[in-house]
């Protein structure tokens, strides 16, 4: 198992409300976030060897989002 730190950045006129990460993105499931508020846009997660997708959302205060996949 490795730690992997991530490092979210939003910028929004309104300001940035929170982040969202889902640890086991998959595109035919949807979005399921593992961490639902998350005020900084860091985290520390661990994984085993392979190949991961990392979805993390960012949502401003105006309530619109928008969706990296790492």
Do not use: R
Request: net charge negative; hydrophobic share 40%.
């Amino acid at each position: 198992m490795h730690n992997i730190e991530f490092t979210a950045i939003g910028i929004s006129n309104s300001g940035i409300e929170f982040f969202s990460w889902d640890w086991n993105y998959n595109a035919n499931d949807g979005f399921k976030p593992e961490i639902l508020h998350d005020k900084d846009g860091k985290q520390i997660q661990k994984f085993k060897a392979g190949t991961h997708c990392v979805a993390v959302k960012v949502i401003d205060n105006d309530g619109l989002e928008n969706i990296a996949i790492i």
